[in-house]
Nanobody, 128 residues
Framework: QVQLVESGGRLVQDGGSLRLSCVASERTGSISSSYVMGWFRQAPGKSREFVSAIKWSGEYTYYADSVKGRFNISRDNTQNLVYLQMTNLTPEDTAVYYC??????????????????WGQGTQVTVAS
C-alpha cells in the first residue's frame, strides 16, 4: 500500500505554468521499481481522465494527447516524489488533479481502474 499526498495546485492565468508534486510513502520506506505513478484529473461534471504516468524506474512515460508537448512528468527516487510540470495552461486544464499508484503489471496505465492507491487531490484553476 502506497500513501500519496499531492500539492502545488493553485490559481494561474491562461498561458501560465505550474508544477504539481506528489510525495509517496510506503511501509518499507522505498517505492518498488515495478510501480507506476500516474496523474489524473477531474473537472466539474466530468469523469476522471488520464493525464500522465511514469514507471518508478523511469523507463517509461505516458501522456494523454491533450497534454503532450505541454506537460512533463518526472520523479525523484531519492525523495519519493513525482512531479507534473505543466506549461501553456488553458482554462480547459482546470480540474482537481490526483496522484495515483499501481503495480506496473496490473492493467493499463491509462485507465483509472488499474490504480489502487490515490491521493486526496489538488485543485488547479486556470483563469482566462
Amino acid at each position: 500500500q502506497v500513501q500519496l499526498v499531492e500539492s502545488g495546485g493553485r490559481l494561474v492565468q491562461d498561458g501560465g505554468s505550474l508544477r504539481l508534486s506528489c510525495v509517496a510513502s510506503e511501509r518499507t520506506g522505498s517505492i518498488s521499481s515495478s510501480y507506476v505513478m500516474g496523474w489524473f484529473r477531474q473537472a466539474p461534471g466530468k469523469s476522471r481522465e488520464f493525464v500522465s504516468a511514469i514507471k518508478w524506474s523511469g523507463e517509461y512515460t505516458y501522456y494523454a494527447d491533450s497534454v503532450k508537448g505541454r506537460f512533463n512528468i518526472s520523479r525523484d527516487n531519492t525523495q519519493n516524489l513525482v512531479y507534473l510540470q505543466m506549461t501553456n495552461l488553458t482554462p480547459e486544464d482546470t480540474a482537481v488533479y490526483y496522484c495515483a499508484a499501481k503495480n506496473y503489471y496490473r492493467g493499463s496505465p491509462y485507465v483509472s481502474l488499474s490504480y489502487d492507491n490515490w491521493g486526496q487531490g489538488t485543485q488547479v484553476t486556470v483563469a482566462s
